[in-house]
């Protein structure tokens, strides 16, 4: 249903309403918000806020258009998940911030719960019609491509995301568990080799396995990842960092930071170890570049604020690097 017909290139995707009925699928609602947030942040005409500074609005009693002046966006993205079972029912809002806040559009997406990874990308292909985002050639063959999931699988992988950012020994266990038995059930599907990758990297990261042990293991599932679907940003920018921690391989490292931000150029996570090896490669320029774009896309994740910190020094402006330090402390 078109409300309005305001055009942007500028998006947060505040945290999904749980209107399920139960707090216990609030694994699932969070990690449907992660993943659209993934799926719209592929678009190149579109600057879209990255997961941790939107996480902060939860709860939030700040209005749209007080989220949207801080975040410097013009759009936001509200969804509903109002059931989820063997069928997902979604409702997904996009409201325009200034000079008041209207809504532009409204759509209920009613889909099988195997169909997903099309919701997602029906949605997105929406979104950017919407707000008059043109798709390049590239991304209209992405969003060209089809599949879909087993339910158990994809409820496993939804389960890992409560494990991926606690470091601890026990949740990485707990998500290489579901990892495997996601595996098991669906070997074909190459998110899950790039998530027990990330989870064997960061045991070797965390000196809960020698590297000797893990790595064999993070190659192994990133040659796999790689063959099933050349075009997943993660399974580049996983490359990327091994070549750099591991490796060594500057080069290579480099090559796959550039691949991994063309699959998805809004991921700032990317961007900020891309602008870290910019440093180490006595290019702070470039990191700076880079660190700003990474900061702008997410400024409330305290590992950007760090490395955008860390950039700054490189370039030069310690005054500028103290302050911020300061300001993040």
């Given at each position: 249903e078109l409300i309005g017909a305001k055009k942007s290139k500028s998006?947060?995707?505040?945290?999904?309403?749980?209107?399920t009925g139960s707090n216990e699928l609030e694994y699932f609602v969070a990690g449907m918000h992660a993943s659209l947030i993934g799926a719209i942040g592929r678009l190149s005409g579109l600057r879209v806020i990255s997961k941790t500074t939107t996480n902060a609005f939860r709860n939030t009693e700040k209005s749209i258009s007080e989220i949207a002046s801080e975040l410097g966006v013009d759009t936001v993205i509200e969804a509903s998940v109002l059931g989820l079972g063997e069928k997902i029912s979604l409702q997904v809002k996009l409201v325009d911030a200034y000079p008041e806040e209207k809504q532009l559009w409204i759509q209920d997406y009613v889909e099988d719960k195997s169909q997903i990874l099309n919701l997602y990308n029906t949605v997105k292909k929406e979104i950017s019609k919407e707000i008059n985002v043109l798709l390049t050639p590239e991304e209209e063959r992405i969003l060209s491509k089809s599949r879909t999931v087993n339910r158990e699988v994809y409820d496993?992988?939804?389960?890992?995301?409560?494990?991926?950012?606690?470091?601890?020994?026990?949740?990485?266990?707990?998500?290489?568990?579901?990892?495997?038995?996601?595996?098991?059930?669906?070997?074909?599907?190459?998110?899950?080799?790039?998530?027990?990758?990330?989870?064997w990297m960061s045991f070797a990261q965390q000196s809960f396995e020698a590297p000797s042990v893990a790595y064999p293991v993070v190659y192994e599932c990133l040659e796999k990842a790689l063959e099933l679907d050349p075009d997943h940003a993660d399974t580049h920018f996983l490359i990327a960092m091994t070549a750099f921690l591991n490796q060594w391989d500057w080069a290579k490292s480099e090559r796959e930071f550039l691949k991994a931000l063309a699959a998805n150029p809004n991921e700032a996570m990317t961007r900020i170890w891309y602008a870290h090896l910019?440093?180490?490669?006595?290019?702070?320029?470039?990191?700076?570049?880079q660190a700003q774009l990474a900061f702008s896309l997410?400024?409330?994740?305290?590992?950007?604020?760090?490395?955008?910190?860390?950039?700054?020094?490189?370039?030069?402006?310690?005054?500028?690097?103290?302050?911020?330090?300061?300001?993040?402390?």
């Open positions: 998006v947060v995707v505040l945290p999904f309403d749980n209107y496993a992988y939804m389960r890992s995301y409560q494990f991926w950012d606690d470091f601890s020994e026990e949740s990485l266990i707990k998500a290489s568990d579901y990892f495997s038995g996601a595996i098991e059930k669906d070997p074909d599907w190459a998110p899950l080799y790039t998530g027990m990758a990330t989870v910019l440093c180490i490669l006595q290019r702070p320029d470039e990191g700076l570049t997410d400024p409330l994740n305290p590992f950007v604020q760090l490395l955008f910190s860390f950039t700054l020094s490189h370039a030069g402006d310690y005054e500028a690097a103290q302050a911020s330090a300061e300001q993040f402390l």
